[in-house]
């Protein structure tokens, strides 16, 4: 099976960050690892905002309605290095779900999701 819908997270100024693409296989062994850095503490927490991509149409992005947030420093940073830093790991269930997880590198808050809805379909070549 491969994923037949691109998904990822709507990030900040309308932005798309792709986790899995359009057309990649969906094996349990797939792992992908992300650093983001959140650089607006205004309301403490990093929020993932889960979307589709429709790459058939005009590229839209159409969110799936579930939001992944972790805690961060609620103080402006002062120097890059007091920067918010979050290591997201994506990967493929052994029942084709996405599963994501991310950890805060200073604080150690950890967050959690599935998206169980894929969409896939099977690539006959």
């Known amino acids: 099976p491969v994923n037949a819908v691109t998904l990822g997270c709507e990030m900040a100024r309308g932005e798309f960050f792709t986790l899995l693409k359009r057309g990649e296989p969906l094996e349990a062994s797939t792992s992908k690892r992300f650093v983001f850095y959140c650089t607006d503490p205004r309301d403490g927490c990093a929020n993932f905002i889960f979307a589709r991509k429709n790459e058939d149409t005009d590229g839209t992005v159409s969110p799936t309605g579930e939001i992944m947030q972790l805690p961060i ?40 999701h599935e998206i169980a809805d894929i969409s896939f379909g099977l690539n006959l070549q």
Do not use: C, K, W, Y
Not at 89 to 106: K, N, P
């Open 73 to 112: 420093a609620t103080e402006r940073p002062t120097a890059l290095r007091d920067i918010d830093r979050i290591i997201v790991r994506s990967s493929v269930t052994e029942d084709a779900t996405l599963l994501i997880d991310a950890q805060h590198t200073g604080l150690g808050h950890t967050a959690q």
